[in-house]
């Protein structure tokens, strides 16, 4: 078993950053795929990053490509996700996810989840 714990968001005022980090526990960890998702208040949960196990493979959604970026420490058990020159649109509650099937952007692929951390972007 894998159990995800996120940091703490907050509230961001445009154009402003913000690192999210994902504290795992469980051995296994390190050799899963790891990824971002968020979801909007009345807006399905999308994809935002994924890295690979080893750390070299990244994706990221258009939305945020050169904005945002993923890594890991797996001596850490950790995944952060660098929010840098945030929008409003930003807006949502953020989500880590961790599983063994390599890296996909569909949120089903995903069997660990964390409690999900909310990141409001606001001036």
């Known amino acids: 078993q894998v159990q995800l714990v996120e940091s703490e968001g907050g509230l961001v005022q445009p154009g402003g950053s913000l690192r999210l980090s994902c504290a795992a526990s469980?051995?296994?960890?390190?050799?899963?795929?790891t990824a971002w998702f968020r979801q909007a208040p009345g807006k399905e949960r999308e994809f935002v990053a994924l890295?690979?196990?080893?750390?070299?493979?990244?994706d990221y959604a258009d939305s945020v490509k050169g904005r945002f970026t993923i890594s890991r420490d797996n001596a850490k058990i950790t995944v952060y996700l660098q929010m840098d020159r945030l929008r409003p649109e930003d807006t949502a509650v953020y989500y880590c996810?961790?599983?063994?099937?390599?890296?996909?952007?569909?949120?089903?692929?995903?069997?660990?989840w964390g409690q999900g951390t909310q990141v409001t972007v606001s001036s």
């Open positions: 996810a961790a599983g063994p099937r390599g890296p996909i952007k569909d949120h089903l692929g995903y069997n660990f």
């Open positions: 469980g051995r296994t960890f390190s050799r899963y795929t």
């Open positions: 890295i690979s196990w080893s750390g070299g493979t990244t």
